[in-house]
């Protein structure tokens, strides 16, 4: 089975300060993404990348960045966390004609 | 820009009644999918499916797509309380999941 695993499933941030949210697959997917999830408005893509230093913006990249230094890991930086910022984060490796495998995903609350 | 769109956003419905949940899309693609999601939890695959025509059946829960139409139906038949939960549609574009905002399934005895 894939196994999209995060580091933490709550995260309580105080506003201005720099977050990390880390995620890790096991299947040597290429493909990872990152999504956020509010009530009402469904999933929406933050960042997705294809390889190893690669990343593409998603829908809403606007205060996030990503890193991916190696192919299991992809991380999602809020450079300095805003109260607009508290949400549900997922992450998910996906290939074409299959489906996506979700991280048991990260609430993260900003005061 | 593809848009996804679910209906209803809830629906509250009584055990062993049946209802459809829809899901548009705005642009062309083969490609769709179902996902369930429990409060608090993550999500899990429910269906594939990657063609015109394409039915799939699991259970209580039926899933077809019409690409001519850009139209994905979920059919829940006769109810149960365990089918409560959030159910997100997926439209693939260019390797990547477009979701529709969910609908939230409640079932009452």
């Known amino acids: 089975d894939v196994k999209v695993t995060q580091s933490s499933r709550y995260l309580v941030k105080r506003t201005g300060e720099k977050v990390f949210l880390e995620c890790v697959q096991d299947m040597d997917h290429e493909n990872m993404f990152w999504y956020r999830q509010d009530p009402g408005l469904g999933l929406r893509l933050i960042y997705f990348?294809?390889?190893?230093?690669?990343?593409e913006k998603g829908d809403i990249p606007e205060g996030y960045s990503v890193s991916r230094e190696k192919k299991e890991r992809f991380s999602l930086i809020l450079e300095s966390a805003s109260t607009n910022q508290t949400s549900m984060y997922l992450c998910?490796?996906?290939?074409?004609?299959?489906?996506?495998?979700f991280g048991q995903g990260t609430r993260l609350t900003v005061v | 820009e593809l848009k996804v769109e679910q209906n209803p956003l809830f629906l509250s419905m009584q055990e062993g009644k049946n209802y459809t949940i829809y899901c548009n899309y705005s642009?062309?693609?083969?490609?769709l999918y179902w996902y369930r999601q429990d409060p608090g939890k993550s999500l899990e695959s429910l269906f594939v499916l990657l063609s015109n025509g394409a039915v799939k059946q699991e259970g209580r829960l039926m899933a077809s797509l019409d690409t001519k139409a850009r139209l994905s139906t979920l059919h829940i038949t006769a109810a149960v309380h365990d089918l409560s939960a959030t159910y997100f549609c997926?439209?693939?574009?260019?390797?990547?999941?477009?979701f529709g905002t969910g609908t939230r399934l409640q079932v009452f005895p």
């Open positions: 997926a439209v693939e574009r260019t390797d990547k999941l477009i």
């Open positions: 998910a490796t996906h290939l074409v004609n299959t489906e996506a495998f």
């Open positions: 990348s294809y390889d190893v230093k690669m990343k």
């Open positions: 642009t062309t693609s083969d490609r």
